[in-house]
């Protein structure tokens, strides 16, 4: 708002185009590939399970996504022997 107060039209468009560029690719490149090296994931997984845990249950879906898919992982990878 202060941009197109401040400084005009093209100005408020630039900030609006960078902020949305940031988001998208902290949103799409950085968090999977951090999330991914923290629970030894692929980031492609990680950026699926995001986006199948905000489909099925929203916002608490996406945020409970990666961990979830961290346990089911590690429970198939090591299964526990009875």
């Known amino acids: 708002m202060v ?9 408020a468009l630039i900030v609006v185009a960078v902020t949305v ?3 998208q690719i902290e949103g799409h490149v950085l968090a999977p590939q951090i999330y991914g ?3 030894d994931l692929p980031g492609a997984v990680i ?10 249950a929203g916002i608490a879906g996406a945020f409970l996504a990666a961990p979830v898919t961290s ?3 590690a429970l198939l990878r ?4 009875t």
């Open 3 to 11: 941009a197109l107060v401040a400084k005009g039209w093209l100005v």
């Open 21 to 23: 560029a940031v988001q």
């Open 37 to 39: 090296k923290a629970l």
């Open 47 to 56: 950026l699926v399970a995001i986006t199948v845990g905000s489909v099925i």
């Open 71 to 73: 346990v089911v992982v």
């Open 78 to 81: 090591h299964p526990r022997s």
